[in-house]
């Protein structure tokens, strides 16, 4: 089995900044793509930012600027450092794990949420 979990969501006023973490853990191998989500109510989940095992980023051009992805492969770990949230940040956050080399393996968290007020 395969676990990721998550930590670092809460609530935070508008301006301020959130640290999220995503370990993975149990049978994965060949970890390729980490990667955070994020799912407003009445909205689709969407790509917030993803790191390739090589270092390569994408961002969303709405967190561009404001919200750093980063990994450390030793742990298995993916972080996504958030700065001057804004209101419509507001959504459950989910870690995103591309695993099992030619196997193409998917898992996810469990969600994390962040609220920001205005």
């Known amino acids: 089995q395969v676990q990721l979990v998550e930590s670092g969501g809460g609530l935070v006023q508008a301006g301020g900044s959130l640290r999220l973490s995503c370990a993975a853990s149990?049978?994965?191998?060949?970890?390729?793509?980490m990667g955070w989500y994020r799912q407003a109510p009445g909205r689709q989940r969407e790509l917030v930012a993803d790191?390739?095992?090589?270092?390569?980023?994408k961002y969303s051009d709405s967190v561009k600027g404001r919200f750093t992805i980063s990994r450390d492969n030793v742990k298995n770990t993916v972080y996504l450092q958030m700065n001057s949230l804004k209101p419509e940040d507001t959504a459950v956050y989910y870690c995103?794990?591309?695993?099992?080399?030619?196997?193409?393996?998917?898992?996810w968290g469990q969600g994390t949420q962040v609220t920001v007020s205005s």
């Open positions: 995103n794990v591309q695993w099992g080399g030619s196997f193409r393996l998917s898992s």
């Open positions: 149990g049978s994965i191998f060949s970890i390729n793509v």
């Open positions: 790191i390739t095992s090589g270092g390569t980023t």
